[in-house]
């Protein structure tokens, strides 16, 4: 039940959320890579293989991506799945955590270069990004109050466009 209280809090942060955050920041280029390899029990990829494709559609639903632009140019890797920190989810594929490293590059357009990233290419900085869903414990007044659990992918699109919108937000900062 916790955790369907946390899915429902997750679900309305986010869509109240969304209108905000929509087209405010520019980025040259977004690449996201999800490498679980460090937890070998992690079964994340088996409930969710395109979660890398998943992530970097909501960052470009979040920001505007422009490959002729100054603006900087970030990766994003997705190094942890969680459920309450287990790497191993449930039968359901729920999770409450995503974890990993957000790199900021120079513009594809710098100096008027236009180039891709190369694997020697230094980031301007690097940051992590850990994004754990949770709930106030709130008492329902018997007979006043029905709750409907979101699907399963309902909580999926929630976290991923939250860790989204606080990448955008952290890149920002930078």
């Known amino acids: 039940m916790k955790l369907l209280k946390k899915t429902a809090l997750v679900c309305t942060t986010v869509l109240i959320s969304l209108p905000a955050f929509a087209g405010e920041s520019k980025l040259s280029d977004v690449d996201v890579v999800v490498d679980l390899s460090a937890f070998t029990d992690s079964n994340a990829l088996t409930y969710w ?24 140019r970030i990766r994003v890797e997705i190094n942890k799945v969680a459920v309450d920190g287990d790497t191993i989810l449930p039968d359901s594929g729920e999770f409450n955590q995503l974890e990993g490293t957000i790199a900021v590059y120079e513009s594809l357009n710098a100096d008027g270069a236009n180039v891709k990233q190369t694997a ?25 109050t029905v709750f409907i659990p979101p699907s399963k992918d309902d909580f999926y699109n929630a976290l991923v466009n939250a860790y989204a919108e606080r990448t955008l937000e952290k890149v920002a900062e930078k």
Do not use: V, Y
């Open 120 to 144: 020697d290419d230094a980031p301007i900085s690097s940051f992590p990004l850990r994004l754990t869903a949770q709930t106030a414990d709130t008492a329902n007044e018997e007979g006043w």
């Open 49 to 72: 293989p395109e979660l890398d494709k998943d992530l970097e559609a909501a960052l470009s639903q979040h920001a505007m991506i422009e490959p002729i632009s100054e603006a900087p």
